[in-house]
């Protein structure tokens, strides 16, 4: 069993919830970088791998089995499994660097000012890692639970919290896009989720966010964000960010044309 007491110093104890399906593949790297943490939830959607042995290996995790709700609702459950106020959301492909590690724990420590800290991802991306060097985005992961909850998002459910929010320097990994294949796969599951929740908006202009977002999509990623110090690797990625982009409006508008159509299908071959 693996137990890594290094937050018995700290003033405030730390949560860690992590939502698991045949995760097998990256759970150990993500567990053995908040082993140090005093409770570790992991809330499984029945896996069919080795996912339940490895997280059964950290003897301050507890596992915990459930039928997939949605990823809002799934980790919201998760999260109400904590024991402690402060709570780290981690997904099962990413992992705290040595510095986040340290930068939390110190934070911890101290005590937190604020109800929440955005933190910098590192994304692989297909063949490398994502360089420093460009603009990583940010991610609300570590908060107090009391002020805060997961999104009901059909996709990239995330936690809401109360002001303040600040940003803390722990950049952690994400290992989830190993090739364009994966990337490709998941902007397609990714955007049909959010045609329902766009329908329900009456997100309007389709048509014109169609025509114009892509490209600016690709200019904001390959430009702004800086993706282009990550060669061709950077190149590809800006272009399926474009490509997500036009998929977003693209299905969303479909759906439009089906509804339109209704049950009348007598012209169809």
Not at 4 to 11: F, H, K, L, M
Not at 76 to 98: F, I, K, S, Y
Not at 172 to 189: A, M, P, R, S
Request: overall charge neutral.
């Amino acid at each position: 069993m693996i137990n890594v007491n290094a937050e018995r110093d700290t003033g405030e104890p730390l949560s860690v919830f992590i939502t698991t399906y045949n995760n097998g593949g990256t759970l150990a790297r993500c567990l053995d970088s908040v082993a140090w943490a005093s409770d570790i939830v992991v809330l499984d959607s029945f896996s069919k791998d080795d996912t339940l042995d490895i997280a059964r290996r950290y003897d301050q995790c507890r596992v915990e089995q459930a039928t997939f709700a949605g990823y809002g609702p799934q980790k919201q459950a998760a999260l109400e499994l904590t024991r402690h106020r402060w709570v780290l959301l981690l997904d099962a492909d990413e992992a705290l660097t040595a510095r986040a590690q340290e930068r939390i724990q110190a934070l911890l420590h101290t005590g937190p000012q604020a109800n929440g800290y955005r933190l910098p991802r590192i994304e692989q991306m297909f063949w490398r890692m994502q360089s420093e060097s460009s603009r990583l985005n940010t991610f609300l992961r570590l908060f107090d639970k009391r002020h805060g909850r997961i999104s009901d998002m059909p996709v990239h459910a995330a936690p809401e919290v109360e002001a303040p929010v600040e940003e803390l320097d722990a950049p952690f990994l994400h290992f989830g896009e190993v090739d364009i294949h994966t990337k490709v796969d998941k902007i397609n599951h990714y955007s049909t989720g959010l045609v329902e929740d766009k329908a329900r908006r009456r997100q309007g202009l389709v048509r014109t966010r169609m025509l114009l977002y892509p490209p600016f999509a690709f200019l904001r990623s390959y430009l702004f964000k800086r993706q282009f110090v990550n060669g061709w690797a950077g190149f590809i990625a800006s272009v399926v960010t474009a490509f997500y982009a036009f998929l977003k409006y693209a299905k969303l508008y479909e759906q439009r044309q089906d509804g339109d159509r209704g049950e009348d299908q007598s012209e169809l071959p």
